[in-house]
Each structure stands twice: as structure tokens, then as C-alpha cells.
């Protein structure tokens, strides 16, 4: 059976600017930004970096390039950096805080729950007590929602003794937010009570607030200053780039709509449990679901037009802004009427 459109629960960077988000983006007030700094982008910056509760903050255009930048800013070639297991710095940005910022990553073991790591390991790993040839650990990259965890949420008192926990040890502290946006949301609490005591912090913009193309790195000034620098050394030096910074300033005003993402994937969760598949509840908008045969499964998803992602174990769904609540009811429909893939055993 075809249906008349597919339902693609991927990512939430698959969607698309809407009519609000176009006009926005075509009257927006544009300047060259390498020269001057485009006015909607330091706009945008400048909002951004309030609500991070950060004293300054760049557009760049990929999350990849806002963690590698403040890599390269942080660590000199050969330094160790820690982060969760299978954080996304580590998993999913083709090995770029080592060609390009030269760190040698260690990852940390999931101790405290799915995606989250302990103080007590942060201070092992951290030591600087070591003969003068090992390595000097400088770095502790966190990550908040953690991605390949399923979206999960590391809380502000948990966030401050991982913190506390590198700063005795020395550590400088780079937070991965691209999804912080959903942490936020879900915890009900506002962005900057996520990040206290950090360096840096990464966010982003496409993914699940509907922007096309967007990250903010924030910091300090000084930090801000230097990283402007990098990225147009990595190529992300742009010229009218208002038209994009006026999407993030519409994206902005719709984190509050994440909760309805939330909302979509307990529904989908539920939904596939009561299905057979085995699935754990989700705490902000990505759903995994563990399968035998990942390939099979995706393949079975395909046949009723239901897109997916594949992660180690099983199959990931994301809920966003462009597949509504109806959406996931009619692709667990659709599932249940093609009886496929099968669950895991």
C-alpha cells in the first residue's frame, strides 16, 4: 500500500521555515557581518546570549562548527578532553575536536543514568598529577539533551556538581546545547539555569525550532572576540546574514512549542509499547526503540512511509513541529496495520 505522503520522524532538523519565519527573513535589515556585523545579527547574538545567561555570542552556521570552535579555542594539540559516551563531539562530527582542534577525546561511561556521567568520574579522568609525558587533561564537554541517549535530560543540580567537579580539578567546561532548548522545556526551567559555571556553550536553531540553517556559540567577550576569528578561518565568515539571524529570532520566540514535541513522543512511545516494541519513556522528543534487526526494521518503516533513524541497537524517532500530533497518531496506525517490523524479542 503507498500512501499520499511520507511521515518523517528522522530529526528534528528536517523542517522547514514557515510563512511567518519567510517574512521575517525578507524584510530583514541586512549589513555585511565580516565588516560590520550585520544589525539582525548582533540582534540575534545579543538575545542569545541573554538567555544563555552568557556575556557575549556568534552565529555560526552548523553546532559542528560551534563545538569545534570552542575546541580550538580551549585545547592545544595533544590535550585530552572528556565527554560523555557516545557524545555527539564523539560519535557524530567526523572525529573534528581531533584534525582540527587536536584533542584526544576520553569518554566517560554513562554512571548516573542514560547519557549522564558522575562528579567522582570527572575527577579521576581529571588529574593533572601525572608524569610530565601523559597526557594533560584540559577540557569536559557535556551535553544536554544527550542525542544517542535518547534525548535525556541532565538536571541544574546535577549539571553543578559535574561542573564543580572540573573546576577543583582545573578543567575549563564546553557545553553542548544543541538541544538545550528541550532541556529547558522539560525541566521548566529557564536555558540559563543550564548552564551556570560553564566557558562555553553551544545551541542550536534548526534543530526542532524550525530556523533553516543556525547555531550560537556563547562565551565571554574575550572568548567571543577570538571565536569570530576561527570561524571565518574554518569558513564561516558571512556577509548579509541577517536573512538567516531573522529566522533565529522567530525560532527564539517558539521554544515554549517544544513541549508539544514532548508531548508527541510519549504518545509515539506509548503508542509503539502497547505495538509490541520495546521502548523506553522518552523525557524530551526523541523516542528509541530497540530492535534485532535495525536494517529490517527500517525497512518495514519505509514500506508504510514512516522515515527513521537508525541507532546502535535499535531505531531512533524524532517528534518536531512539522509532523503534529496527528501525524504520529496516523504513523502508529500505519505501523499497527502493517503489523511491521517486528519487536524486539
Not at 592545544?76 to 584526544?104: I, N, T
Not at 594533560?136 to 567537579?165: I, K, M, Q, W, Y
Not at 534548526?206 to 576561527?230: D, I, M, N, Y
Not at 509503539?272 to 536494517?295: F, H, M, Q, R, S
Amino acid at each position: 500500500m503507498t500512501y499520499a505522503r511520507r511521515i518523517d520522524l528522522r530529526s528534528d532538523t528536517v523542517t522547514q521555515p514557515d510563512e511567518t519565519m519567510r517574512v521575517a527573513m525578507s524584510s530583514a535589515q541586512v549589513g555585511d557581518d565580516v565588516l560590520d556585523h550585520d544589525p539582525t545579527m548582533r540582534r540575534l547574538e545579543e538575545e542569545t546570549a541573554a538567555r544563555l545567561g552568557m556575556e557575549a555570542a556568534l552565529w555560526v552556521p552548523s553546532g559542528t562548527m560551534g563545538n569545534v570552535i570552542a575546541m580550538v579555542i580551549h585545547l592545544r594539540r595533544g590535550d585530552r578532553f572528556l565527554a560523555p559516551r557516545a557524545a555527539h563531539v564523539l560519535e557524530a562530527e567526523l572525529g573534528s575536536s581531533a584534525w582540527l582542534a587536536g584533542g584526544m577525546p576520553h569518554p566517560l561511561e554513562w554512571k548516573v543514568g542514560p547519557g549522564r556521567i558522575s562528579a567522582e568520574d570527572v575527577r579521576a579522568h581529571a588529574s593533572q598529577s601525572s608524569p610530565y609525558y601523559a597526557l594533560t587533561t584540559r577540557l569536559l564537554c557535556l551535553e544536554n539533551t544527550h542525542n544517542f541517549a535518547g534525548g535525556t535530560v541532565t538536571p541544574p543540580d546535577e549539571h553543578a556538581l559535574l561542573v564543580s567537579a572540573a573546576r577543583e580539578a582545573g578543567l575549563l567546561v564546553h557545553l553542548d546545547g544543541a538541544r538545550l532548548w528541550n532541556a529547558s522545556v522539560a525541566l521548566g526551567v529557564p536555558p540559563a539555569a543550564l548552564t551556570v559555571g560553564v566557558d562555553t556553550v553551544q545551541v542550536c536553531l534548526s534543530k526542532g525550532l524550525g530556523a533553516p540553517v543556525g547555531s550560537v556559540v556563547a562565551g565571554s567577550r574575550s572568548f567571543v572576540q577570538e571565536a569570530r576569528r576561527v570561524r571565518k578561518m574554518l569558513g564561516g565568515g558571512i556577509r548579509q546574514g541577517g536573512v538567516l539571524a531573522a529566522a533565529g529570532l522567530v525560532a527564539l520566540e517558539r521554544i515554549d512549542d517544544l513541549a508539544a514535541d514532548h508531548a508527541n513522543a510519549a504518545m509515539l512511545a506509548e503508542g509503539l509499547a502497547e505495538l509490541g516494541w520495546e521502548v523506553g519513556k522518552p523525557e524530551t522528543n526523541i523516542v528509541i526503540a530497540a530492535v534485532p534487526d535495525t536494517a529490517a526494521a527500517l525497512a518495514g518503516l519505509d514500506r508504510v512511509d514512516v522515515l527513521a533513524t537508525a541507532v546502535p541497537g535499535g531505531v531512533r524517532f524524532v517528534t518536531h513541529r512539522d509532523a503534529p500530533e496527528l501525524d504520529v497518531a496516523e504513523a502508529l496506525r500505519r505501523i499497527s496495520a502493517a503489523r511491521s517490523p517486528a519487536p524486539a524479542a
